[in-house]
């Protein structure tokens, strides 16, 4: 019986050793066609060396000096090293640990990030057209640097998974302890917010992997946190053909007194700062100001007072 026992525990270690050997060929054969067939979507992507290790029971994947850009030229990263860690009995569920130093190019200017701990955990589909179902960010000790100031942040959090509507994805961030230094932000802000999130559903024209742009964003809940203030937000949002934001907004502020000197300080005429006083002031109630914003016309307005400026993003295609 001892015998028969060692022969079989043998042929399971042949066959599991196998296994493996032929999961690590399959995975690299993979790694190599999935770039091929990125580039000729028109993506830009240079690995530096690509290695396959774990034996026998996980499959780490190491690429090194990463640089990846989209299609249209507008986003794009780039690192050292590149880490993916899968069990071999799961190999669609993932743990990604990027360099704690990269830089991102955005379609304004680039950022360099650094971070002490970055990680990422994501569940891939199997079908013949593999997409992210979920994804988890967690990082801390981040600080991203830019020629327009810099930002550091205890811990930030990002929730993604894929949504009902197609190409469309739930996403849940969260940020604590945000420190933001010679900014290009309105004189009179804080310099560190105490915490932050938003929970949305973003939706692009095609597969983001394929070069899609945002459509619009459903906001169920945002809020933005400093000292006595608070700032919750909600609404639907869509990209306009020029690119601008447009949509409806309803958000509650508490501590509202204390934006309208940053507001002056932004350049907002006194005339027109007073009359956004009288104005939130007649709708407080049990000290929340429940504001309707409107955006258009490239900017956010309360009633007909221009509040900001928004950002001009890439015009989702229209066939």
């Known amino acids: 019986m001892l015998r028969l026992l060692t022969i079989l525990s043998l042929v399971a270690a042949i066959l599991w050793g196998g296994w493996w ?5 399959s995975l690299d054969r993979g790694i190599a066609a999935g770039l091929d067939q ?17 034996f026998p029971n996980r499959f780490d994947t190491q690429f090194t000096e990463v640089d990846v850009t989209t299609p249209d ?43 002490d701990d970055l990680r990422a955990s994501a569940s891939l589909s199997l079908s013949s057209q593999p997409d992210v179902e979920r994804l988890t960010v967690v990082g801390t ?41 010679q900014a290009s932000f309105p004189a009179g802000l804080p310099d560190r917010i105490d915490d932050a ?27 933005v946190r400093w000292d006595d203030i608070r700032v919750d937000a909600g609404g639907d949002i869509r990209i306009g053909p020029s690119g601008f934001p447009e949509g409806d907004l ?18 907002l005429p006194a005339g027109q700062v007073a009359l ?23 900017q956010m307005l309360f009633g007909t007072i221009p509040l900001a400026a928004l950002p001009r993003l890439p015009a989702p295609y229209n066939p």
Not at 205 to 223: C, F, M, N, Q, T
Not at 278 to 297: F, H, I, Q, S, Y
């Open 276 to 298: 956004l006083a009288g104005g939130l002031t007649g709708l407080e109630d049990n000290g929340v100001a429940r504001v309707p914003l409107t955006l258009r016309g490239g």
């Open 197 to 223: 999130a938003v929970d949305v559903t973003a939706t692009w024209d095609r597969p983001p992997a394929e070069g899609g742009r945002l459509v619009s964003l459903k906001i169920r809940h945002s809020y």
């Open 250 to 267: 309803v958000v509650d502020l508490v501590g509202w007194q204390g934006l309208l000197p940053v507001l002056a300080q932004a350049g």
């Open 21 to 25: 050997l032929l999961g690590a060929y």
């Open 73 to 115: 030229g507008l986003w794009g990263v780039a690192m050292p090293f590149l880490q993916v860690f899968a069990l071999s009995y799961r190999p669609n569920d993932i743990i990604v640990v990027p360099a704690t130093t990269a830089t991102v190019t955005t379609p304004g200017a680039p950022l360099a990030i650094s971070a």
């Open 141 to 181: 000790g981040l600080s991203v640097a830019s020629a327009d100031g810099d930002l550091a942040l205890d811990r930030g959090q990002l929730a993604l998974r894929t949504a009902a509507e197609p190409f469309s994805y739930d996403l849940a961030v969260s940020l604590a302890g945000m420190a933001l230094e």
């Open 38 to 54: 990125a580039r000729d979507q028109g993506w830009r992507v240079t690995v530096g060396d690509t290695s396959v290790s774990g």
